[in-house]
């Protein structure tokens, strides 16, 4: 079975410049959360959808950032316009949601640098 | 990740002896306490998990206590090998909800 799928794997941009990741959630999962990981900071909850619905965004560092589910099997994170401090791996999950907490299954993430 | 604290940040343990790695959370509506594991250049991934109607699960050398009272789950891993060696995440939620992260326990197993 494919896991979460995550695209890119790595990404190089200049400070400014429009940044989208993308990911594909496990087949039949109907809740997806979009990570942060610095080694300051930690792992960070930025947003995270059920059913496509956007539940709690209060983890979105601030305007620059927006996260969209236009349907089950995809999701896309976006960062406009990019600065260095946005340097991290993002990493998307997926879980089934049957009324009461599941695993989490990440994808290999996103390993973004601003320069 | 204000509710959850995790500690030690980092741990040292000799091959064959016992890591043990706490939690301890403030929301009392938490139903799943699970611990993942993340190696480097690698996403996290589920360990073991518990729920709150039992007070111990153990899977192999791996072992998640839970104490409800005190408001704290632990990892225990028997027999520490240096493969083990990764970074090891509460994430206690409620409902599939907020799902948030643990600051994270760096351990390394020396051989």
């Known amino acids: 079975d494919a896991g979460v799928i995550q695209s890119p794997r790595h990404e190089v941009t200049e400070m400014g410049q429009e940044v989208t990741l993308r990911c594909k959630p496990i087949s039949g999962h109907n809740s997806l959360f979009w990570y942060r990981q610095t080694m300051m900071r930690g792992l960070e909850l930025l947003i995270y959808f059920n059913n496509n619905v956007p539940i709690d965004d209060s983890g979105m560092p601030e305007d620059r950032f927006s996260a969209k589910m236009p349907n089950a099997s995809f999701s896309t994170l976006k960062i406009q316009p990019s600065e260095p401090r946005d340097s991290a791996v993002y990493f998307c999950?997926?879980?089934?949601?049957?009324?009461?907490?599941?695993?989490?299954?990440f994808g290999e993430g996103s390993r973004l640098t601003v320069l | 990740q204000q509710q959850v604290k995790q500690s030690p940040q980092s741990l040292i343990v000799q091959k064959g002896g016992i890591s043990i790695i706490n939690c301890a959370y403030e929301n009392t509506a938490f139903d799943y306490f699970p611990w993942y594991q993340q190696f480097p250049g690698k996403g996290p991934a589920l360990l073991i998990a518990?729920?709150?109607?039992?007070s111990e699960k153990k899977e192999g050398r791996f072992t998640i206590s839970f104490n409800k009272s005190a408001k704290q789950f632990s990892l225990h891993i028997m027999d520490s090998q240096p493969g083990d060696s990764a970074t090891y995440f509460c994430?206690?939620?409620?409902?599939?909800?907020?799902?948030?992260f643990g600051a994270g326990t760096r351990l390394t197993v020396k051989p």
């Open positions: 518990i729920r709150p109607d039992v």
């Open positions: 999950a997926s879980s089934l949601n049957r009324g009461s907490t599941g695993e989490l299954f």
């Open positions: 994430a206690p939620s409620y409902n599939n909800n907020d799902m948030r």
